[in-house]
């Protein structure tokens, strides 16, 4: 049976717990715009995704999105409610990241942005400190579920993929990294990530 030695976290709804409808609520509300009109105007798209790939600055982010929504926001009232999305942390992670830490090697790997990351990397400094790395999208220039991804991150454990565990909420960024032969779970509840590990033999 193979021994696993590092285990890596998705963060958002894995270890972070977040809403985006929290960003709409906010921009509504200092612009005085209907939410209902943000949320469905607001889109994932293709530059949200080379947003979260490092290729475009905060600035040219900042400018597509207000011109999509047709919202007059500076850049304190944009950035302050891009940042609402985040919560609390998901129930019993913390404990459950020191236990582990003692005994494996624990790396994060999240799709974020430069201005996101500026924030949660403050607002979760104490709990990400039970990670020896934590790979950004928008520092390593690639976004999950591409492969490279994942390869970067074997890269720097110095491991096969069959001694690593990653959990992540996403069913096609787990599909990618099981493809690369590592044990992938897909996370749906904290009580689940524990059940998961235990069949593991990890807890």
């Given at each position: 049976m193979v021994k696993y030695q590092a285990i890596v976290f998705d963060l958002g709804n894995v270890v972070i717990n977040y809403s985006f409808d929290?960003?709409?609520y906010y921009w509504?509300?200092?612009?005085?715009?209907?939410?209902n009109m943000i949320k469905q105007k607001f889109e994932f798209d293709e530059i949200y995704r080379r947003f979260e790939k490092g290729e475009i600055k905060p600035d040219i982010y900042r400018k597509n999105v207000l011109e999509k929504l047709g919202l007059h926001l500076n850049e304190v009232e944009f950035d302050n409610g891009w940042n609402q999305i985040y919560l609390d942390l998901t129930s019993g992670i913390e404990q459950l990241l020191r236990d582990l830490k003692s005994r494996f090697r624990l790396v994060a790997l999240t799709n974020t942005n430069e201005i996101h990351a500026n924030h949660w990397k403050i607002k979760y400094a104490s709990m990400l400190s039970n990670f020896e790395k934590v790979f950004?999208?928008?520092?390593i220039k690639a976004r999950k579920p591409e492969k490279e991804v994942f390869k970067i991150v074997l890269n720097y454990l110095q491991l096969k993929p069959n001694y690593v565990v990653y959990l992540d909420d996403r069913y096609e960024n787990i599909?990618?990294?099981s493809e690369i032969g590592i044990k992938s779970i897909l996370v749906n509840s904290p009580h689940q990530i524990i059940r998961e590990l235990q069949i593991l033999g990890i807890i």
């Open positions: 929290n960003t709409f509504a509300k200092v612009s005085g715009c209907d939410v950004c999208s928008h520092e599909k990618s990294a």
